[in-house]
């Protein structure tokens, strides 16, 4: 086993980080669906890691790991110094945001627009390399607005290998920085995983995972032939099912729980921490609406999760009815 590919524990399938979405409940409710799938925050600044409330922003549960923090930023120091803030924390991996196209990060100088200076990137990454043991990753695109991917993506993997680099998770599509929406720039540049297998080729001691379009199961066993790993995104949200195949069919280990209804039995307990706390119960449930998509009785819980779920006295009994809904409408079916 390649020895760095053996430290990044759950590499070979991993949660995307998704701003607004993969928050600390959304991961737990995750690791809950599978024991091995590793897992990403959402995109924090450097800026907010060192100035702003740290335990809102990096707060975590032990049950999450393997875990990582994903950073955007492109002053070497303060990477170097947030990576420490991480470590220090217990993250399992500091990754370096290359690929986000928003508009924020251009004026900020990072996101994708680093496409475009790999000499920064890889100065950060050596940066942060020397401030921590865990292992430093960077999530990057093929490419930005004109650029050639055969001579983008190079050139910023070379980089980044010399400085060390631990990993490169590569979406699979060009950025375009000028003429669209970070909407539409998950959408509409073509996908090109030949390029990203290209890559992995070229570097084969270099652990290469891949981001973009990846829609189920299927179409992520069969690019593990050519890398190391497969990061999924939207449809490990908006299908959270799809998680509790994750580990008897991409790690060859059985499943963290039989089905969906005994899943959310196994996280009622988070729920009632996060209830005592005071949050309300939309906090935790709103990344649980997909849960049962595709089954009899599935509008009905959706409804019920984003209506008597928003309340403020929302408790276990209002999850555990929704649920009821798609137990009677299946049973109804079988009838």
Not at 13 to 36: E, G, K, Y
Not at 286 to 308: D, E, I
């Amino acid at each position: 086993m390649n020895a760095r590919l053996d430290a990044l524990d759950g590499w070979r399938f991993s949660v995307a980080p998704m701003m607004d979405w993969t928050d600390r409940h959304c991961r737990a409710f995750h690791r809950t669906l599978s024991r091995r799938a590793r897992l990403y925050t959402e995109m924090v600044t450097t800026g907010a890691v060192l100035h702003g409330p740290r335990e809102r922003l990096l707060g975590f549960s032990e049950m999450e790991h393997p875990v990582a923090l994903q950073l955007g930023g492109s002053d070497r120091g303060e990477l170097a110094a947030a990576a420490r803030i991480a470590a220090d924390l217990g993250y399992d991996e500091v990754n370096l945001n290359v690929g986000c196209p928003s508009d924020r990060v251009q004026e900020g100088r990072f996101g994708a627009c680093l496409m475009r200076e790999p000499a920064l990137v890889a100065d950060c990454v050596a940066a942060m390399r020397a401030a921590v043991r865990v292992p430093v990753t960077v999530k990057c695109r093929i490419g930005v607005d004109d650029q050639d991917p055969e001579i983008a993506l190079d050139a910023l993997a070379d980089a980044v290998v010399a400085a060390g680099v631990d990993g490169l998770v590569v979406h699979a599509r060009k950025a375009w920085l000028q003429g669209l929406s970070p909407k539409e720039n998950r959408d509409v540049p073509p996908l090109d995983y030949g390029r990203v297998a290209r890559l992995k080729r070229a570097h084969p001691n270099l652990p290469v995972a891949l981001n973009g379009g990846i829609a189920g199961l299927p179409t992520a066993r069969a690019l593990l032939a050519e890398v190391d790993g497969v990061m999924v995104g939207r449809a490990a949200y908006t299908e959270p099912a799809l998680l509790l195949a994750v580990d008897p069919e991409i790690f060859g280990e059985p499943a963290a729980h039989p089905d969906a209804f005994a899943a959310v039995e196994a996280f009622e307990p988070y729920i009632a921490g996060v209830l005592a706390r005071g949050d309300r119960l939309h906090a935790v449930t709103r990344h649980m609406l997909g849960l049962f998509n595709g089954r009899p009785g599935a509008r009905a819980y959706r409804r019920h999760l984003s209506t008597a779920g928003m309340r403020p006295e929302a408790d276990l009994g209002t999850l555990r009815e929704a649920v009821a809904q798609v137990a009677r409408a299946e049973e109804r079916r079988a009838a």
